[in-house]
Antibody
């Protein structure tokens, strides 16, 4: 049973870079049947897709965040990471990592990590 | 404002049937992209409920069903139970000049009366 766990600072200052890591357990991140994604959810609001990465390092980002986002993968540690630069209070949210399953021929997020709250404040 | 439009809230009594709509456009659902549904119980991460428009992952009760037609999709819940009270999100892809990207609906809060 694959499990994902987010980790990183819970507080980031405005204008700085938010950095989070997702550790995958119970399976290899190098499996060719999956992408690995980041999704966020501001308090009381809906879900916003941030981007995804394939094990080859190929990435796709939400056009609205593309200029500030970098997603990378470390297959030796079975981890992938998110960097979001020049953060403001609007970036305060619960950040989820999730596996984008393409094995079924569709592309759905399953499973998800438990989420980690990141607050942007001085 | 979400690319996919969902009603903010729906409600129903135990045992009843409710439906949640997800309305898109010709650049997402209408372009043939599949729709997936997620259930988010209070204080927890979203969980996959329906994938590929109408498929249930193992462990999801058959009270939950999904459908897609044209530029819209729907999630139906029959035999409503108190434990179904949650937020529900639809998800698909949208295509633009820079490629395709994931989009979510704004979410629907289901209240079991």
């Amino acid at each position: 049973q694959v499990q994902l766990q987010e980790s990183g600072p819970g507080l980031v200052k405005p204008s700085q870079t938010l950095s989070l890591t997702c550790t995958v357990s119970g399976g290899s991140i190098s499996s060719g049947s999956y992408y690995w994604s980041w999704i966020r959810q501001p308090a009381g609001k809906g879900l916003e897709w941030i981007g995804r990465i394939y094990t080859s390092g190929s990435t796709n980002y939400n056009p609205s965040l593309k200029s500030r986002v970098t997603i990378s993968v470390d297959t030796s540690k079975n981890q992938f990471s998110l960097k979001l630069s020049s953060v403001t209070a609007a970036d305060t949210a619960v950040y989820y990592c999730a596996r984008l399953d393409i094995l079924t021929g569709y592309e759905q997020f399953d499973p998800w990590g438990q989420g980690t709250l990141v607050t942007v404040s001085s | 404002q979400s690319v996919l439009t969902q009603p903010p809230s729906v409600s129903g009594a135990p045992g009843q049937r409710v439906t949640i709509s997800c309305t898109g456009s010709s650049s997402n659902i209408g372009a043939g992209y599949d729709v997936h549904w997620y259930q988010q119980l209070p204080g927890t991460a979203p969980k996959l409920l329906i994938y590929g428009n109408s498929n249930r992952p193992s462990g999801v009760p058959d009270r939950f069903s999904g459908s897609k037609s044209g530029t819209s999709a729907s999630l139906a819940i029959t035999g409503l139970q108190a434990e179904d009270e949650a937020d529900y999100y639809c998800q698909s892809y949208d295509s633009s000049l820079s490629g395709s990207f994931v989009v979510f609906g704004g979410g629907t809060k289901l209240t079991v009366l």
